[in-house]
C-alpha cells in the first residue's frame, strides 16, 4: 500500500520553527524528486521545496529562499523541510508529493494527505 505520511505540523508564533517530516512506504522507489506543496484556503497548490533523492539537488520556491531548508535520509525514504523565519503568510495545508520533478505539481505519482501549519503574526 502506498503512503506519504507526513508529520511536523502545528501551530507556532511568527518567526518560529517548524520541522515536517514525510515517510514515504509502499512501493519501489525510483530516486526522482519529493516535493514539498502548500495550499491557502481560497489559493492554488503552489510548490514549495523538492529534494532529488538520488543526490542532493534542491529546489525552492522564490518565496521561502532563505528560509526554509529541505533534507532527506535515504535510509528511511523520510524527507525534511526545515522552516524558519516562518511568515503568517505561510500558513497553509503542506502536502509531501513523491516521484516528481522539480516544483512541477503534475509530475508527481504520489501524495500525501498534509499536515496543517499555521502561523499566528
Known amino acids: 500500500q502506498v503512503q506519504l505520511v507526513e508529520s511536523g505540523g502545528g501551530s507556532v508564533q511568527a518567526g518560529g520553527s517548524l520541522r515536517l517530516s514525510c515517510a514515504a512506504s509502499g512501493y519501489t522507489r525510483r530516486g526522482n524528486w519529493m516535493g514539498w506543496f502548500r495550499q491557502s484556503p481560497g489559493k492554488e497548490r503552489e510548490g514549495v521545496a523538492a529534494?532529488?533523492?538520488?543526490?542532493?539537488?534542491?529546489s525552492y520556491a522564490n518565496s521561502v529562499k532563505g528560509r526554509f531548508t529541505i533534507s532527506q535520509d535515504n535510509d528511511k525514504n523520510t524527507v525534511y523541510p526545515r522552516m524558519n523565519i516562518l511568515k503568517h503568510e505561510d500558513t497553509a495545508m503542506y502536502y509531501c508529493?513523491?516521484?516528481?520533478?522539480?516544483?512541477?505539481?503534475?509530475?508527481?505519482?504520489?501524495w500525501g494527505q498534509g499536515t496543517q501549519v499555521t502561523v499566528a503574526s
Open positions: 508529493a513523491d516521484e516528481g520533478r522539480l516544483l512541477l505539481q503534475g509530475s508527481y505519482a504520489y
Open positions: 529534494i532529488y533523492t538520488s543526490g542532493d539537488l534542491t
